[in-house]
Nanobody
Framework: QVQLVESGGGWVQPAGSLRLSCAAS????????MGWFRQATGKQRTLVAH???????HYLDSVKGRFTISRDSGKNTAYLQMLSLKPEDTAVYYC?????????WGKGTLVTVSS
């Protein structure tokens, strides 16, 4: 079993920044794909950023150039650096990790961007 715990969410004004963290624990024996989805109220969950086991990254078009996903494999932790935040980035952000065909999810952290 793998457990994921997100942190770093909160309230920020437009153009501000936040860094989300996702700490993985449990039965992790290698470097696995990780990433972030987000879900705004009344909307579907959307992939925001993904990092493969080899380090290749993928981003939602609307966050390219503003968000950066990274990982510290020694700490089994993934990060999402978010810059130039916009009100439309407001959502619950969920971390995931895929291992041997199973996807594990964190409980989410709320990001609110407003003035």
């Amino acid at each position: 079993q793998v457990q994921l715990v997100e942190s770093g969410g909160g309230w920020v004004q437009p153009a501000g920044s936040l860094r989300l963290s996702c700490a993985a624990s449990g039965s992790i024996f290698s470097v696995y794909p990780m990433g972030w989805f987000r879900q705004a109220t009344g909307k579907q969950r959307t992939l925001v950023a993904h990092i493969s086991s080899g380090g290749t990254t993928h981003y939602l078009d609307s966050v390219k150039g503003r968000f950066t996903i990274s990982r510290d494999s020694g700490k089994n932790t993934a990060y999402l650096q978010m810059l130039s935040l916009k009100p439309e980035d407001t959502a619950v952000y969920y971390c995931y990790l895929t291992q041997d065909g199973t996807t594990y999810w964190g409980k989410g952290t709320l990001v609110t961007v407003s003035s």
